[in-house]
């Protein structure tokens, strides 16, 4: 009986109800893919940087720079130790600069004032992936056979599996990209080490014509 009802009931829905019935689902459906591809869009453009994900920068600690505490005489870099507390700051220093940037309102730069002193800054932090590769942005200006670095190193249960190293030996003016390639003789890594290293020479030995080093934007490629 239920079902003669329910088919009687189909037999005298008119044909324009339907046609409006259809027409209605059909814009519904319509709708839902203009939301679905207005999220998407969102989603891509608005995020840091088009060409990675949110947690490839989120294993880094401060990887953009943004933020610095101002200590009593030093700058602190929270996620960082840096040898401005240990050094003497005449010498050599590890500051925020808002003047050279690639992105956002700061970037990393390592100065040293005087031959043979050099500024460092290096973080640990634990990982769930083992990466690809370390990049960043770098820019420097350099004394006469000065060196400045970026190392990266990875441990897994204490004991270190793998590192990378990218060593800048001539003056680079603008902003440029560096890929440091991590060996890969493990598959498991659960903590990371980045250390970076300001120059150590100063022209002629004159105090205050030292190195200079902006690191900006550091980022893991986890994946090729």
Known sequence: ????FFIQIKKIIPLHTKNHLKSITMKRTFLLLLMGLAISYGCTTNTVHPKDTVADFNLIPNYD??????????WLLPGWTTNNTTSD???????????NVYHGYYAMKLSNFYFKAYARAETKFPVHVHPLSLQAYVKCNL?????????????YKGKETDNGAWYGTKSIDNYKQINIPISQHSALADTAM????GGDHATNNQRGKG???WVD????????
């Open 89 to 99: 700051l005449t010498a050599a220093e590890v500051a925020p600069d808002s003047s």
């Open 211 to 213: 190195s200079e080093f």
């Open 65 to 74: 720079f943004e933020n610095w505490i101002s200590g009593r005489n030093e």
């Open 1 to 4: 009986m239920i079902k003669i």
């Open 143 to 155: 004394a006469p056979s000065d060196t400045v670095s970026i190392q990266i190193k990875l441990f």
């Open 217 to 224: 934007y550091l980022s893991f490629l986890l994946t090729k």
């Open 194 to 197: 980045i250390e970076i290293r």
